[in-house]
């Protein structure tokens, strides 16, 4: 995705549905100060709207909205009307809860392609969550009503939905089972383990790697404690730290401290 401006459209040069489709981007109402300008938007590198048909596609480009969010805005407020789907272009956002006691928990990152806001679109309900912006970030809106258009007559929309949902069931089932570990440093090992992926030659990799304090906030302790064993690992050679990055460097030695046997 690039950003362009100062950039005149050619009526009869209009971009095919799934050619890069230049959007205004428009800042979020708290920042009215924000300039405007046009983004190239790849939808079809989007998973969700990868495999749509050319009308579809065409009427996700013509409903489609960019907003632009500052570091720390709130993109999404829990119990607001959910009336829009949104998919997150650039940079990094976090869903949050916030319990009773007013602490914010976080409950999962989001990377560019990732969409969200779903449940609310699909059921009608008020927001069951917040999202932050941990950079800023430009968010695409699709209206509900497009959006539900789009889950019930294109099939291949709707099989990665179900995919989706499947996902994250098993997701949030597996961090629910992570917050009922009371040792602090397997259930920061535990975290690891989750966010990794399989890279070519069986290279294990956590990408986009939050920071201390947000992994922090999302497993129920403390940054210095995450520095700790984070630091503990790479002591150890398990792990090795890239900037935005870890790889892990012995998945078994891993494995044996979320067991307790390291």
Do not use: W
């Not at 976080?106 to 932050?132: H, K, N, T, W, Y």
């Not at 809106?141 to 007559?153: C, D, N, Q, S, Y």
């Not at 040792?183 to 956590?206: A, C, D």
């Not at 700790?228 to 690992?233: E, Q």
């Amino acid at each position: 995705m690039t950003s362009s401006t100062n950039r005149k459209n050619d009526p009869e040069k209009e971009a095919a549905p799934g050619d890069p489709t230049p959007v205004p981007a428009v800042p979020a109402a708290n920042e009215p100060t924000a300039q405007e300008h046009e983004v190239q938007i790849h939808l079809r590198k989007i998973p969700l709207l990868a495999n749509l048909n050319e009308e579809d596609m065409l009427r996700v480009k013509t409903n489609l909205r960019i907003r632009e969010y500052a570091k720390r805005d709130i993109v999404l407020q829990k119990g607001a009307p959910g009336d829009s789907l949104l998919f997150l272009l650039s940079g990094s956002l976090q869903v949050i809860d916030v319990t009773e006691d007013g602490r914010a928990i976080g409950l999962r990152m989001l990377q560019p392609g990732d969409f969200f806001g779903e449940i609310a679109v699909i059921s009608g309900a008020m927001r069951s969550a917040s999202v932050v912006a941990l950079t800023p970030v430009l968010v695409a809106l699709l209206p509900r009503a497009v959006a539900l258009h789009m889950f019930t007559h294109s099939p291949p929309v709707a099989h990665e939905m179900l995919r989706f949902l499947a996902e994250k069931v098993q997701r949030d089932s597996e961090f629910r089972a992570l917050l009922s570990i009371h040792n602090t440093s397997r259930r920061i090992f535990t975290f690891l383990n989750l966010l990794k992926e399989k890279k070519e030659g069986n290279v294990h990799v956590v990408e986009n790697l939050p920071t201390h304090q947000d992994i922090a906030n999302m497993i129920n302790t403390s940054r210095e404690t995450v520095t700790r064993a984070l630091l503990t690992l790479v002591q150890q050679g398990i792990i090795k730290k890239g900037s935005h990055s870890i790889t892990i460097m012995k998945p078994e030695e891993l494995q044996k401290l979320i067991e307790g046997n390291g």
